[in-house]
């Protein structure tokens, strides 16, 4: 991986989220895999999210929760689906319960990861930019992953 293939794969992701996101699991692997991994401290803070459009069953679970994003207060306190309630206040969804971070070998590098408590899911992520993340959600059974983004809100 070098900076120009990273470069590369932001401006291809930037293009991606503007235009709506819809392409297939096997360009998004290869854009993750150009962009450099990133440790758990990086993660800390609130995060809204969209989905990348590939035909996995998940981008329409998320849609109908009403998921906006994620919130990782520390290493062992994550909340891994963020959606609004009826003030527009963002809250943590019980609907998967609550997450930790780690560092997971996923793809050839070690870096963050959110791992469900209860379910058999990891959420690995790369670096886009100082403020966005490439999430790739790897759940047991299923035959594809979901892609996704996350982008840094400001601290308050």
Do not use: C
Request: glycine residues 10%; proline residues 6%.
């Amino acid at each position: 991986m070098t900076s120009d293939h990273a470069t590369i794969a932001t401006r291809a992701l930037y293009d991606l989220i503007a235009g709506g996101g819809e392409t297939t699991a096997e360009a998004l692997h290869a854009l993750y895999d150009a962009l450099p991994p990133i440790d758990t401290a990086f993660m800390r803070g609130e995060w809204e999210g969209g989905v990348f459009r590939t035909g996995h069953p998940g981008e329409q679970q998320l849609t109908a929760i009403g998921w906006v994003g994620k919130s990782f207060h520390h290493d062992n306190d994550v909340d891994p689906i963020v959606s609004r309630d009826e003030h527009g206040r963002r809250v943590a969804n019980p609907i998967l319960g609550k997450a930790s971070l780690r560092l997971v070998h996923y793809r050839g590098a070690a870096t963050a990861t959110m791992v469900y408590d209860k379910h058999p899911i990891f959420d690995h992520f790369r670096k886009i930019d100082d403020d966005s993340v490439l999430g790739v959600m790897d759940r047991k059974g299923d035959a594809a992953p979901l892609f996704f983004y996350l982008r840094r809100l400001p601290s308050p």
